[in-house]
């Protein structure tokens, strides 16, 4: 099974929020472009805390993570980030750890993307090749 790397833009959700009520002009929009690692083994997306800098995002609380190996570690958990991949975006808290962005089963769920783990890429649902849809009971 190879690495699947895909380009994500994170966006401060207050600050994409801010803008559209006519409060911040467009350019003041904090944001990060990263070659990310999709984990298909992460429930959560997880970003390093230079890149929580750098968006302005406030952190709202803590979780517990635990590592592959069984590890366990309380880290930070973001406010709202908008995650931006494939013409798709979603707003989705992060896990604050690491030296990279991970994107986690939670935002390929909301986005309605698949692994092609084979190929090494990302895909739409074939069933929804256009837009997300999201399963509701």
Do not use: W
């Not at 992460?42 to 230079?50: K, L």
């Not at 890429?121 to 399963?135: C, E, F, T």
């Amino acid at each position: 099974m190879g690495e699947i790397r895909v380009k994500v833009l994170l966006t401060n959700s207050s600050d994409d929020t801010k803008f559209r009520a006519g409060e911040l002009p467009k350019a003041s929009i904090r944001s990060y472009e990263a070659d990310a690692m999709v984990d298909t083994g992460a429930v959560r997306s997880v970003i390093p805390s230079h890149v929580l800098q750098r968006l302005g995002v406030s952190i709202r609380g803590t979780r517990v993570a635990e590592y592959a190996d069984g590890r366990k570690e309380t880290v930070g958990m973001s406010d709202g980030i908008i995650f931006d991949l494939m013409g798709r975006d979603t707003l989705e808290e992060a896990l604050i750890l690491g030296d990279e962005v991970l994107i986690g089963q939670t935002v390929l769920e909301k986005l309605d993307l698949l692994a092609d783990c084979a190929n090494r890429r990302l895909l739409p649902n074939p069933a929804h090749p256009d837009q997300p849809v999201s399963k509701v009971k």
